[in-house]
Each structure stands twice: as structure tokens, then as C-alpha cells.
């Protein structure tokens, strides 16, 4: 145990809570992943963590299927997998949903229309809830696409345009996003 001491000592971070061994993981086992991985390779994940940029993030959420498919036909995945950061106010499938289907078939047959809608979501940079909240009411936030979102708050529900955010802070490599639950049409 001497030794397992003088190791703890040397790295406090194994010590505190969050970074406690599992109850089916034995502390030796655990100190001697934590020991093989100090100085070389990658740590062990830890829960939380993210490694996904926005574009997996938001495929992996499984409640944007409907603007990963628009990405895509937009040609816009690439430039959302790239270095960042950005804020994606990302609409849910519920969003696209309330589009009539030929609307939204034609949204997406349209890929300059499209690019324009999807871009109309994207803000560089990282903002997070917080940075959102402690906007001004009728604040502007210039988009991707050149145009502007205002940003209305109402007790502690926040709206970007008409759209309501649902959901905050999904964390990605290169950005965050922010659920919405109406898809915003550019002017």
C-alpha cells in the first residue's frame, strides 16, 4: 500500500470523488489503469467527456435526424466538422416537422434555399446558455449566414427569433448546440 500511497499523493486528481473507482472495478485494478496511462496514450475516457464535433453530436442525439439529412444535402457537414467553433440553435425533428412535407421536400431539393435556412441557425463561435442569458432582451446575434437573430427572454424561457430553445449546452469538440423547437426562415 506504500506504494499506491506515494502514488495518490503524487496525483491528487485520482483522490477526489468524481474520479472514484467504480464498485466493480477493485481499486488496484483502477489505480493500475490510472498508473499505466500517466505520461503515455490517452486517459480513460471519463463520463462526460466529448469527442464528437457538432455534426456527430448532433446524429448521435437522435432527435436531429432530420437536419443531419439536410446537412448533408446541403453540403454543409464538412464546414460543421471543421475546427470551429460554433453555436448551432439546432431545430429538432419535431421542428422540421411542423413544415408541410412538400415545403420541406422542396426546402431540400432547393440546396442554395437550404444552405441559406441552415446557415440562418449557425453563430460562430461558443455561447453558451449562460452567455445567452445574461443577453439584453432584443439583443441581435449575427449569423453564419449574414443575417440576425434576436434573442427575446421571458422569465427563464429563452427564444432566439420565434423559436423556443428546448434544450442547452449539448457539448461538442468544436462548438455547442441548443435545441429549438421551430425551424427559423431567413428574410
Known sequence: MRGAARILRKHPALT?????????VGIGRWLLRAITHHGRGS???REGSHV?????????AGNFKTLASALTAANLVDTLSGAGPYTVFAPTDAAFAKIPKADLDALIADTAKLKKVLTFHVVQGRMS??????????????????????VHLQGSTVKM????????????????????DTVMMPS
Do not use: C, F, Y
Not at 129 to 143: P, Q
Open 129 to 150: 446558455a449562460a452567455d445567452v442569458g445574461r443577453m439584453k432582451e432584443g439583443s441581435k446575434v449575427k449569423t453564419v449566414q449574414g443575417g440576425e437573430l434576436t
Open 161 to 180: 427569433n420565434n423559436s423556443t430553445v428546448t434544450a442547452t449546452d449539448i457539448a461538442s469538440t468544436n462548438g455547442v448546440i441548443h435545441a429549438i
Open 16 to 24: 477526489r470523488r468524481r474520479n472514484a473507482p467504480s464498485r466493480r
Open 52 to 60: 464528437n464535433n457538432i455534426v456527430q453530436t448532433a446524429a448521435a
Open 43 to 45: 486517459p480513460p475516457r
